[in-house]
Nanobody, 115 residues
Framework: QVQLVESGGGLVQAGGSLRLSCAAS????????MDWYRQAPGKQREVVAS???????NYVDSVKGRFTISRDNGKNTVYLQMNSLKPEDTAVYYC?????????WGQGTQVTVSS
């Protein structure tokens, strides 16, 4: 079992920044990947950023150049730095971990970007 606890969401004006954190209950080097997803009202959940234990990082096109995913292996924590936020970034953001064939989810944190 892997517990994931997110923090850092909130309300910000367009153009602002937020940093999300996701603390894992196990050493994240044991995990295949740690990802950030988001789900906006009425939309499907989408992967925003992904970081594998092998060092591969990927972003959805809509956030490239604005969001940065990073890992602190010593703290078992993954971060999502979000800059130049837009109203369309408003969503519940979820941390997710892949370990073997299983995927684990955090409880989600709300990010609201006002115009």
């Amino acid at each position: 079992q892997v517990q994931l606890v997110e923090s850092g969401g909130g309300l910000v004006q367009a153009g602002g920044s937020l940093r999300l954190s996701c603390a894992a209950s196990v050493g994240i080097l044991r995990l295949n990947a740690m990802d950030w997803y988001r789900q906006a009202p009425g939309k499907q959940r989408e992967v925003v950023a992904s970081a594998t234990s092998g060092g591969s990082i990927n972003y959805v096109d809509s956030v490239k150049g604005r969001f940065t995913i990073s890992r602190d292996n010593g703290k078992n924590t993954v971060y999502l730095q979000m800059n130049s936020l837009k109203p369309e970034d408003t969503a519940v953001y979820y941390c997710s971990a892949a370990w073997g064939v299983r995927r684990y989810w955090g409880q989600g944190t709300q990010v609201t970007v006002s115009s």
